[in-house]
């Protein structure tokens, strides 16, 4: 099995999986920032939620409009800052105590060989150079990642 194929099974329970397979895994890592955790925050709300999977495993930094460069911006991250607070989120990244998200995360430790991680930005990807298996999503689906601590993947094909 290639370390993708290793890591979806092992986050699914299984002993093996195959390209083309459906599967649902469990979740190291969610995250979000503030141009993409408001529209999921907005659909976890939607939902009537009222807990994440786990506090300490979903990762808001607001890294795209900050110093907020509007009011619009300044009420996104608003919105995520009250968010972090009422659900207890471990791994807020407050102005100040931020930088930009990719860099962010493995200078914090909170990616590591062998993880799963999704994220609602094109670049969630870029810990695969960490061995971890990551992939960006949409936000609804990180809504639903937040609150589940899980998501369904379809097993990718190597290329060769």
Known sequence: MTIT??????????ER?????????RL??????????????????????DRVFDPERVVLVPDHFTPN????????CRLIREFAREF????????GRMGIE??????????????LVIGADSHTCT?????AFATGVGSTDLAAGMALGECWFKVPESMK
Do not use: M, W
């Not at 194929?5 to 299984?14: R, S, T």
């Not at 860099?103 to 993880?115: A, I």
């Not at 810990?127 to 061995?131: D, K, P, S, T, V």
């Open 28 to 49: 190291d890592l969610t995250l979000a920032n503030d141009i993409t955790a408001p529209v999921a925050i907005k659909e976890f709300a939607r939902l009537g939620l």
């Open 5 to 14: 194929e290793k890591i979806l099974a092992a986050h699914a329970g299984e």
């Open 88 to 95: 207890g989120i471990t791994n807020y990244f407050e102005v």
């Open 102 to 115: 990719h860099c962010l995360l493995p200078e914090q430790g909170l990616v590591l060989p062998g993880d």
């Open 17 to 25: 999986v195959e390209p083309g397979e459906l599967v649902n895994c």
């Open 127 to 131: 810990y695969g150079a960490l061995g």
């Open 69 to 76: 460069k509007d009011i619009k911006s300044a009420e996104q």
